[in-house]
């Protein structure tokens, strides 16, 4: 049974749908323990009000909350009692096999390296969120824990995201391109430039070259590998540009009766279409090269996110993606274990 532990206390919807989307997920999967951390009596409370069985999840109390406007490195060495210090020192400690949180993004990173820990050989653990595109899902890799990142962390993030797409997706053989300004190979800054000839040169993974980021959508790789600023960047346009347009086409299908009327019969396609560009349909984040699963979601996930993100930590486990990136990052090391 995997043990997934969830920051009941985090997010701008908790801890009403952070618990409600633990128990969905809890009543929907047997073979998966849901842990919920944070302040007892609140989770239990919310719990009774949902008229739902209190032994359907684990409580474990946690009486401090890590507010998202606190400095992260000394809100995880102040808050010792937190919910997300708690929950990750879960994952070290054995006790849960993975822990996501909607809360303080800054907390999360830096907990997770601090608490949890990287992988021996890791450089720099990346956050790796599944985006849409036209042609299925692809993984941005980083988009928000290494803002100045090297050209030997990016090879990394791109042998570590091509392990989660393969296993995770199921892509066999990802497609792998460097965020950049131009294709050719000579184009874009220091850290660019130092890095195409090395993930060119990089054993086991499908490197396609440069990629403009208006291909992205198109579905250009499936992994797209960039350091945190950039990558941050196109994943907030993601989520702006996709609420815009959202917006808009609302409100054009309420503009005139004939609207309204074309509205309906296009609804089921539509609904169908934009579901498929729902950057939260695909759960959260995970803060790949920890020694156990991290995985940051949305702040302002509600109650489906939450359960999607916590079948999302079991696919993990079960995948032992951990072991996958070990294997493919450190070959020698895990022969050398063999013998």
């Given amino acids: 049974m995997i043990r997934v532990a969830v920051d009941a206390m985090g997010g701008d919807n908790a801890p009403l749908e952070i618990v409600k989307g633990g128990l969905l997920a809890a009543e929907e999967r047997k073979d998966i323990r849901v842990i919920l951390v944070g302040k007892e009596e609140v989770i239990r409370k919310i719990i009774r009000e949902q008229g739902k069985d209190e032994n359907l999840v684990d409580i474990v109390n946690a009486g401090e909350v890590i507010e998202t406007g606190e400095p992260p490195v ?3 060495r102040k808050k010792k009692d937190s919910s997300i210090v ?3 020192k879960l994952v070290k400690d054995g ?13 999360v990173l830096v907990g997770g390296q ?5 992988i021996k050989g890791v450089e720099r653990p990346p956050l790796a969120p599944l985006i849409p595109t036209e042609k299925g899902p692809a993984l941005l890799i980083d988009c ?3 803002v100045d990142a090297r050209p030997s962390h990016l090879v990394q993030f791109a042998q570590m995201g091509s392990v989660y797409m393969e296993n995770i997706v199921g892509i066999k053989n990802p497609r792998v391109g460097l965020v950049n300004i131009g294709v050719e190979e000579e184009k874009g800054n220091a850290l660019a430039k130092e890095t195409f000839p090395l993930l060119k040169a990089c054993p086991g993974i499908n490197f396609v070259g440069n990629v403009e980021s208006r291909e992205i959508p198109h579905g250009a790789a499936d992994v797209y590998v960039t350091e945190a600023f950039t990558g941050n960047v196109i994943l907030k346009l993601y989520e702006g540009l996709a609420m815009t347009l959202l917006s808009n086409i609302k409100r054009g299908i309420y503009s005139s009766t004939r609207a309204k009327i074309g509205g309906l019969l296009i609804k089921p396609a539509l609904k169908k279409t934009l579901k498929t560009f729902d950057v939260n349909h695909y759960g959260g984040a995970p803060l790949l090269g920890l020694k156990g699963l991290v ?3 949305h702040g302002t996930a509600d109650a489906e996110i939450v359960r999607n993100t916590i079948f999302q930590c079991v696919t993990f486990n079960e995948e032992q993606i951990n072991e996958k990136i ?3 990052l450190f070959p020698e090391e895990e022969k050398n ?3």
């Avoid at 006790?95 to 907390?107: K, T």
């Avoid at 601090?114 to 990287?118: C, D, F, K, M, Q």
Wanted: aromatic share 2%.
């Fill in 74 to 76: 000394l809100a995880i």
């Fill in 337 to 339: 274990d063999g013998i």
């Fill in 86 to 88: 708690v929950g990750m």
């Fill in 326 to 328: 070990k294997q493919r």
């Fill in 295 to 297: 995985v940051k979601t």
């Fill in 114 to 118: 601090l608490i949890v820990g990287r």
């Fill in 95 to 107: 006790g849960a096999d993975a822990f996501c949180s909607a809360g303080s993004s800054g907390a």
């Fill in 144 to 146: 928000g824990a290494n």
